[in-house]
């Protein structure tokens, strides 16, 4: 019976990753940007009609195209999962050099 729990875990936490895995805002489809949270039809289409004009180079780029989408928003995004030519959105600055 503890083998049959231990599986189940493993089945479960498999499942659970893979819900949680990265969308490329350059591959992703409608659906599996729906997928994420925080966005919706609306917010999937407009990443999508962005994207028609090329590739995003980066987070900057992808929040200058996709309307609605600043500073807040990206950090959001990235956290649900969202990546920028596989890259989340940068957390923080860089320190400047001394």
């Given at each position: 019976?503890?083998?049959?729990r ?75 999962g ?17």
């Open positions: 019976m503890r083998t049959s231990v599986i189940a875990f493993g089945l479960w936490a498999m499942s659970a990753s893979l819900a949680l895995a990265a969308v490329d805002a350059n591959k992703g489809t409608a659906a599996e940007f729906d997928g994420l949270p925080g966005v919706g039809p609306a917010l999937s289409q407009r990443i999508l009609d962005a994207r028609k004009q090329g590739e995003f180079k980066d987070w900057y780029d992808f929040m200058a195209r996709v309307k609605g989408v600043k500073e807040k928003a990206a950090h959001k995004l990235s956290g649900a969202l990546t920028v030519n596989g890259r989340p959105y940068p957390s923080s600055v860089p320190a400047a050099p001394r």
